[in-house]
C-alpha cells in the first residue's frame, strides 16, 4: 500500500533550491506499486482526470508554486545487463537510478558508450524525456528502448527509439506523453567494438595538452567529469538547472540576417543544412551576465545557467523570480535578433 504524504517541502528535491510544497505525494518504488496506486483511485474517469507530476532529481525543473497535482516521485532501483546482441550489450536500469551512478556502473562493468554523458545530475527515467545530451554523445545514439505506465489507463507500454521521437532536448514526453506516463525502466544498447568520441571542442583541447590522442573509456569519464567540474557551477552551491535555454536552430536565410546584426555571432553548421546558434552568445551579447531580478541571476561566467542567488542575498529566489528573468531576457535577445529563445526546463 502507498503512503500519500502531505505538504512535503522540494527545496532539496529541486536543484534550483526553490522553496515550495507538494501538497501530495507518494515515492514510487515498483511499477506493481504503481500500479496498485492506479487501481485504488475509484474509478477509470477520476483515474484519467486526476492530474499527477512524476518527479525524477528535480534538475530540470523550475517551481513557481506549491505543486497541486499528486506528485509521483520515482525512486525504482536497480540495474543489470539483460541481452546482448552481435554488436550491442543491452543493459536496463530502475527509472529512479541516479544517472551518473549509473553511467559509472557501466564503466566499471566494461560496457562503455555512455562516459560523454557523466556529471549530468537527475536519474535514469527523466534521461529520454529529454534526451540529454553533452560532449558530442546524446542518450538516442545509445539507446535501445524503455518501459512506461499509462497513468490514466494504467496500462503497461514498452517503446522503441522510433516511438519515442527523439529530438535536439525532446521526445514524445515532453508533447504527447506530457505528464501521461512514468517510466519505469531505461534499456541502453552500449557497443561490444567501443569508439571514442572527443571530436568536442573541449575535449579535443584536452587530449591535446595531454597528449594523449587515443584515450580510453575511463579517461573520457575522467576528462568529462573534469571539464564539468571547472566549467559548471556546482547546484549544491548555487541552485540552477544547467542550462536554461536550448540553442536555437535557425535556417541559413535567418543565420545571414543575424551575421547582418552582429558579424561575431557565434554558430555552426548542422547536417541538414541548418545552423544552431549560442544561445550562451546571444544572451551575453545583450548584456545579461551577472545580471538579474530579485534573488534571481544570470551566472557572472555562463550565460546560459540562470542561479538561484540565495546564497548571497540570504534569501533564497522564488520561481516568479527565475521567470521573470527568464523572460525579460527572451525579450532583450528577441528585440535584438529576431530569435525566440526556448526555455529547457520544465515550468511547474
Ligand atoms: C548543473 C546541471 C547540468 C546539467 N547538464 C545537462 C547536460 O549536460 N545535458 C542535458 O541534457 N541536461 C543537463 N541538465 C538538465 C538535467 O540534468 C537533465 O534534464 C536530467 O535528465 C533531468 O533529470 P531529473 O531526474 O532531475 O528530472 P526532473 O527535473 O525531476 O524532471 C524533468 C522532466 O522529466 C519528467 N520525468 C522525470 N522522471 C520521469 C520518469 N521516470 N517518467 C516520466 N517522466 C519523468 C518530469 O515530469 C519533468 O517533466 C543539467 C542540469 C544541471 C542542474
Not at 537527475?122 to 529520454?128: I, L, R
Not at 504527447?176 to 583541447?205: C, G, M
Not at 541552485?239 to 547582418?260: A, H, L, R, Y
Request: hydrophobic share 40%; with cysteine.
Amino acid at each position: 500500500m502507498s503512503e500519500i504524504e502531505t505538504n512535503v517541502p522540494l527545496q532539496t528535491y529541486n536543484t534550483f533550491g526553490i522553496q515550495a510544497k507538494a501538497l501530495q505525494l507518494v515515492r514510487i518504488q515498483s511499477a506493481p506499486q504503481l500500479l496498485a496506486l492506479l487501481q485504488a483511485i475509484p474509478d477509470k474517469a477520476s483515474q484519467a482526470s486526476e492530474p499527477k507530476f512524476v518527479l525524477g532529481g528535480g534538475s530540470n525543473l523550475v517551481l513557481t508554486g506549491d505543486v497541486k497535482p499528486l506528485v509521483l516521485k520515482v525512486e525504482i532501483m536497480g540495474k543489470r545487463q539483460v541481452a546482448e546482441t552481435a554488436k550491442h550489450f543491452i543493459v536496463e536500469a530502475g527509472a529512479g537510478e541516479p544517472w551518473h551512478d549509473f553511467v559509472a556502473w557501466t564503466l566499471d562493468h566494461n560496457m562503455p558508450g555512455l562516459e560523454n554523458l557523466a556529471l549530468i545530475p537527475g536519474t535514469v527515467g527523466a534521461s529520454p524525456v529529454q534526451n540529454i545530451g553533452a560532449y558530442g554523445v546524446e542518450l538516442q545514439d545509445r539507446f535501445d528502448s524503455l518501459d512506461y505506465i499509462d497513468l490514466a489507463t494504467g496500462e503497461s507500454k514498452t517503446l522503441d527509439a522510433a516511438a519515442c521521437q527523439f529530438g535536439y532536448r525532446d521526445s514524445v514526453f515532453k508533447h504527447a506523453l506530457r505528464d501521461k506516463a512514468l517510466i519505469t525502466h531505461v534499456r541502453f544498447a552500449l557497443p561490444k567494438v567501443w569508439q571514442r568520441e572527443i571530436s568536442y571542442a573541449d575535449l579535443e583541447k584536452l587530449s591535446k595538452k595531454k597528449n594523449e590522442l587515443q584515450p580510453t573509456p575511463s579517461m573520457v569519464f575522467d576528462w568529462v567529469c573534469h571539464i564539468r567540474n571547472a566549467k559548471l557551477p556546482d547546484p549544491k552551491i548555487d541552485g540552477n538547472t544547467g542550462s536554461f535555454f536550448k540553442n536555437p536552430i535557425v535556417t541559413p536565410e535567418q543565420c545571414k540576417d543575424i551575421i547582418g546584426r552582429d558579424p561575431n555571432v557565434a554558430f555552426y553548421k548542422l547536417l541538414d543544412g541548418n545552423f544552431k546558434l549560442a544561445a550562451a552568445w546571444l544572451i551575453d551579447a545583450c548584456g545579461w551576465k551577472g545580471r538579474g531580478v530579485g534573488n534571481a541571476g544570470v551566472h557572472p561566467n555562463h550565460a546560459l545557467v540562470l542561479i538561484n542567488k540565495g546564497r548571497e542575498t540570504g534569501v533564497p529566489a522564488t520561481g516568479g523570480e527565475v521567470m521573470t528573468l527568464a523572460k525579460a531576457i527572451q525579450t532583450s535577445v528577441y528585440e535584438r535578433f529576431g530569435i525566440r529563445l526556448e526555455i529547457e526546463p520544465v515550468v511547474l
